[in-house]
């Protein structure tokens, strides 16, 4: 039973231009949501985060939004570079540390 | 200095054999976890340690056994190899306290023949 979806195995975006990864999650008692990166043979790692308390959280070219209604989380990377080409984790916490991921988005920006 | 490092990153092996992956972090956090991906890249979770006891066990063979020795380690053996045992295991850590995000090793590519 897959918690945290994340529909669109990958996306294209031209270089400059807005990526938009999305994410629906099924259980109301997830409070804090995070997106982690990944490249190619390495472990993922830390992109972002927000608590359930708030609906915006920005850093830089990451901006991470959350809809509790839609049960909905989306990362916007304006603007896409090259290098943010990577696999894409949502994940959403329970209480006790228990992280539920989704199955990933590679995102490719195209130069 | 890497901080969650897991060995070996590959490892062939015939089924029916018995392995381990060892896992080492250098952050000082008390939770430890083991993650399998699968071949269609979904995330999930085996078992998570906080210092050294056994938090969280997920349903998973009786053949994959966990071990803490202390709470910067955390082993994984796993008995009788099957080929659906054939994935990416990634050890992480993260602190225990508060909403703490994971930190994770490179992956162990586990291949079952």
């Known amino acids: 039973d897959q918690q945290v979806k994340q529909n669109s195995p990958s996306l294209s975006v031209q270089e400059g231009r807005i990526s938009i990864l999305n994410c629906d999650y099924t259980n109301s008692m997830f409070d804090y949501f995070l997106w982690y990166k990944k490249y190619p043979a390495e472990g993922p790692t830390f992109l972002i985060s927000i608590s359930s308390i708030k609906d915006k959280n920005e850093d830089g070219r990451f901006t991470v939004f959350l809809n509790k209604s839609a049960k909905h989380l989306s990362l916007h990377i304006v603007p896409s570079q090259p290098g943010d080409s990577a696999v894409y984790f949502c994940a959403a916490i329970l209480t006790g540390n228990q992280f539920y991921f989704g199955t990933g988005t590679s995102l490719t920006v195209i130069p | 200095d890497t901080a969650v490092s897991q060995t070996p990153k590959y490892l062939v092996t015939q089924m029916g054999n018995d392995k381990s992956i060892k896992c080492e972090q250098n952050l000082g956090h008390d939770t430890m976890y083991w993650y399998k991906q699968d071949s269609k890249k979904f995330l999930k979770i085996m078992f998570s340690y906080n210092n050294k006891e056994l938090i969280i066990n997920e349903t998973v063979p009786n053949r994959f056994s966990p071990k803490s020795p202390d709470k910067a380690h955390l082993n994984l053996h796993i008995n009788s190899l099957e080929l659906g045992d054939s994935a990416v295991y990634f050890c992480?850590?993260?602190?225990?306290?508060?909403?703490?995000?994971?930190?994770f090793g490179e992956g162990s590519r586990l291949t079952v023949l």
């Open positions: 992480a850590s993260s602190q225990s306290q508060g909403y703490g995000e994971l930190f």
